[in-house]
């Protein structure tokens, strides 16, 4: 998820309310954490819960040593919710646009959501929105990263994900801390998934065998082919609402094709085996705000996996990074443009040589 916690934890522009139960989340999560090498001690640990932690464990390890990520004390303990999800975020668009609502906090800068440590609380505020004529979502984040103000720790709502998919999710949050360009959703989160990404095919490459290996690949390709979905029908969408038809045309083509997307997530869901990971994503209605930020986490991905390429090398690929970071929105958004276009040979090799494969 986007680097969240500083806006939550410093937002002088927010309600004292909404202030309150930011600053209690976040100390109450740190507070309920305890060492992961106490937990794994403990004779009461549960042999999976233990299994899970050592995996955490070296995968942690693994990003510190191979991928040059902050070795702090992030993912060094464990905390143990009872609900199913850290936090809730709202996203909130205008009934008859997919431009997302904005909000914006120091360090964070601007962004597209607003973070909720209760679920009801969420709600209520969405009820709000609601009421003023916006489209609304609420949805459960299992994870977020606080940029390195704070020891994130590792949590139940996401430690029991496969192995590649928990290294997935910790290379993500610790390479937020390595670079974040407040108010610049797109390249903060493109560049943490490109990071994602070449991290975990290193570490299979290095940790794997063929069960996880196939069970990654498949993950990759229901969350393409679910991506490519919604990325199809928000086109459909935008399209409609930057038209000349009426409104009332607008919204019943916008109507017609939610419910279009409905079915042919069925057909999707069906050609997956019956796989239901995405149904959460319907747990609502769906709304424009459901569509609004779905490119936020890919559009730049391809250039800094180029990039990463063409540094060969995970910290001058960092201190790359760092430098676009320094150039204002338009020349650094500009700059990965030409990056994405760019076609670099050589990925298999330079992605062993960086990962630090034997």
Not at 238 to 250: A, L, V, W
Request: aromatic share 12%; net charge positive.
């Amino acid at each position: 998820m986007a680097a969240a916690a500083a806006a939550l934890m410093l937002s002088s522009c927010s309600s004292l309310s909404y202030y309150t139960q930011a600053a209690q989340g976040q100390l109450e999560l740190l507070a309920d954490a305890r060492p992961i090498d106490d937990w794994i001690a403990d004779s009461n640990t549960n042999v999976k819960l233990r299994h899970r932690l050592e995996a955490a464990r070296q995968i942690r390890r693994y990003a510190i040593q191979e991928m040059k990520l902050p070795n702090n004390g992030s993912y060094t303990n464990y905390t143990n919710l009872k609900r199913p999800y850290v936090l809730w975020n709202v996203v909130a668009t205008p009934e008859l646009s997919l431009k997302p609502m904005q909000w914006c906090f120091p360090v964070a800068g601007c962004v597209n959501y607003r973070g909720y440590y209760s679920k009801d609380a969420a709600q209520a505020y969405a009820r709000q929105l609601r009421a003023q004529g916006h489209d609304v979502e609420v949805g459960g984040v299992s994870a977020y990263s606080t940029l390195g103000w704070f020891s994130d720790p590792l949590v139940s709502t996401f430690i029991n994900y496969p192995d590649a998919e928990l290294a997935r999710l910790i290379f993500h949050e610790l390479a937020h801390q390595v670079v974040y360009v407040a108010g610049d959703s797109q390249f903060n989160e493109s560049f943490a998934s490109a990071v994602e990404q070449a991290g975990v095919e290193a570490w299979l490459e290095r940790f794997g065998n063929p069960a996880m290996s196939d069970a990654y690949e498949r993950y990759k390709t229901r969350k393409t082919d679910f991506l490519a979905l919604l990325v199809r029908y928000r086109g459909e969408l935008d399209r409609t609402y930057k038209s000349m038809m009426p409104d009332e045309q607008k919204r019943a083509t916008k109507a017609r094709l939610f419910i279009a997307l409905k079915d042919d997530y069925q057909v999707l869901k069906a050609n997956w085996g019956g796989y239901a990971g995405y149904d959460r994503f319907f747990a609502e209605p769906l709304s424009n705000a459901h569509l609004a930020s779905i490119a936020t986490y890919n559009d730049f991905v391809p250039a800094f996996r180029n990039l990463l390429r063409r540094e060969k090398s995970w910290n001058g690929f960092y201190d790359a990074v760092n430098r676009l970071a320094k150039l204002d929105k338009e020349a650094r958004h500009d700059a990965l443009r030409r990056l994405g276009a760019t076609t670099l040979p050589g990925a298999l090799v330079v992605q062993r040589s960086i990962g630090g494969a034997p």
